[in-house]
């Protein structure tokens, strides 16, 4: 229980980020989730979602605090084909990039691993959902507040 305990005040606020004393306090809930999904495709917690369109690149920057300061690293466990995450430890942070070319909705499964000075390595593993909805409809050039046809 002491294990679990010390995981839950150390790894997680290397998922969720912020500066507040209660990391849990920052967690969306699933429930106001603003779309339809299949909830198993949530691992671990739900650190929220994004809504981008078809054709968009998808570049979702998320960071993390660790006030002992230790070694940690972020890797990509789950997500849609061509998703990349380039984890930069330097400056508590990940950053995923990725271009959807269909409407669909699909999970990021993210790992960050805290690796202190002495002891094992403590993890915890989040879920970002993302929304790929169909380009927005723009209107024509020079259609705007022209003569109706």
Known sequence: MARV???AIVVLPLLLGGGSPSAEGNLPAIEDCPFAFDPSLVVGQFLGWVRIEVGQTLDHTRTWSDPDGDPARAELLDG???????????LNSY???WTPRRPQVVAAVVRVTDEPRSGEP???TGT???QVVPPARRAAPGACGGRPQ
């Open 80 to 90: 849609p084909d061509g998703m990349r995450l380039y984890s930069r430890p330097k």
């Open 122 to 124: 403590l993890s915890s």
């Open 95 to 97: 950053t995923l990039l």
């Open 128 to 130: 970002i959902l993302i």
């Open 5 to 7: 305990l010390a995981v």
